[in-house]
């Protein structure tokens, strides 16, 4: 069984960068097989920003996209986000899950960042 | 993309049936069957209940149910349970992108 878990500063001021990681066990980041990030903001409802896969390809959210990138680390067995420019409304449970198909089978337990100052 | 329409909440009383409507448009439920459901507790992280429209994750009791016509999906809840009560969120592939529902609480009375 596949586990995923985030992990992140927690606290980022605004104007600057959130980098976050999702570590994979259990299971090859380099099969197959789409991974997604997915965030819920303080007492909202969840939001879809974006999907990678190893070799590289990425899907994001179109109003995001000009801030935001994947990348995958196949030697740590690991996923990456980098937003940047980021401001309150930022804030938000940030999850990493795995794909079926065009599905999200497995989820991390997510990891909580606030941007302030 | 915009989210997809949800009712705020729904409640039944144990043993009873719930329905969670889910709608969106051509672009997304309308054309695809790649519809899924998510049954979120609080704190917890979201979990895979329907995908496909309407088969089931191996675990997922066979109370839970999901059907699809036109823009619209729908997930049934029959003999509702006690820990039933939580968040439930669909999702559609839209084409290289997914696009979640607004939510919807379940409360079981």
């Known amino acids: 069984q596949v586990q995923l878990q985030e992990s992140g500063p927690g606290l980022v001021e605004p104007s600057g960068t959130l980098s976050l990681t999702c570590a994979v066990s259990?299971?090859?980041?380099?099969?197959?097989?789409?991974w997604s990030w997915v965030r819920q903001p303080p007492g909202k409802g969840l939001e879809w920003i974006g999907e990678?896969?190893?070799?590289?390809?990425?899907n994001y959210d179109p109003t995001l996209k000009s801030r935001l990138t994947f990348s995958v680390d196949k030697s740590k067995n690991q996923l990456s986000l980098k937003l940047t420019s980021v401001t309150a409304a930022d804030t938000a449970v940030y999850y990493c899950a795995r794909h079926g198909d065009c599905f999200l089978s497995d989820w991390g337990p997510g990891t909580t960042v606030t941007v302030s100052s | 993309q915009s989210a997809l329409t949800q009712p705020r909440s729904v409640s039944g009383s144990p043993g009873q049936s719930v329905t969670i409507s889910c709608t969106g448009t051509?672009?997304?439920?309308?054309?695809?069957?790649?519809v899924s459901w998510y049954q979120q507790h609080p704190g917890k992280a979201p979990k895979l209940m329907i995908y496909?429209?309407?088969e089931r994750p191996s675990g997922v009791p066979d109370r839970f149910s999901g059907s699809k016509s036109g823009n619209t999906a729908s997930l049934t809840i029959s003999g509702l349970q006690s820990d039933d009560e939580a968040d439930y969120y669909c999702?559609?592939?839209?084409?290289?992108?997914?696009?979640f529902g607004t939510g919807t609480k379940v409360t079981v009375l």
């Open positions: 259990g299971g090859s980041i380099s099969s197959d097989i789409w």
């Open positions: 990678t896969h190893h070799s590289g390809r990425a």
């Open positions: 051509s672009s997304d439920i309308g054309t695809y069957k790649y």
């Open positions: 496909h429209v309407n």
């Open positions: 999702c559609s592939y839209a084409g290289n992108s997914y696009v």
